[in-house]
């Protein structure tokens, strides 16, 4: 069996021995969002922030299955919102970690460095870490 290398420049790369190396670890860069309403296209990290409030909106659920998202608020005073995609509208698709919480929005604790973590399963996003008080909303 031949050893599979992974590097940032060259990808999956293989060569003689056996096993699997890691030379550097894949990562998400980090994206901003600051404009009153925008739209997330793909899984990622994203830094939320503005002199008002913004609400971001996350790509259809069933579109990105697998996909992981983080959002972290870098300013004070406002409690900036995920919320579904115009497909996913109207449905309770952003599920806390327990089943009590659920919605179609989210909003994120009003202090600087109030995150959420979610990932897609097709068919709802899922809070699986978070930091600060999580308010869901809708449907």
């Given at each position: 069996m031949p050893k599979v290398v992974y590097t940032a420049t060259k990808g999956l790369v293989q060569q003689a021995g056996s096993g699997f190396q890691l030379e550097t670890l894949p990562f998400s860069s980090?994206?901003?969002q600051n404009t009153v309403s925008a739209s997330v296209s793909q899984p990622g990290v994203y830094t939320?922030?503005?002199?008002?409030?913004?609400t971001t909106f996350l790509p259809a659920v069933a579109t990105v299955p697998g996909g992981h998202f983080t959002f972290r608020s870098l300013s004070a005073g406002h409690a900036h919102a995920i919320s579904a995609s115009a497909t996913d509208a109207g449905n309770s698709v952003i599920k806390g970690s327990n089943n009590a919480n659920r919605g179609s929005n989210l909003a994120l604790n009003t202090l600087v460095g109030s995150s959420v973590s979610l990932v897609s399963d097709g068919v709802q996003y899922i809070v699986y870490a978070s930091s600060g008080t999580l308010t869901f909303s809708g449907v």
């Open positions: 980090v994206q901003t939320v922030s503005g002199t008002a409030f913004v």
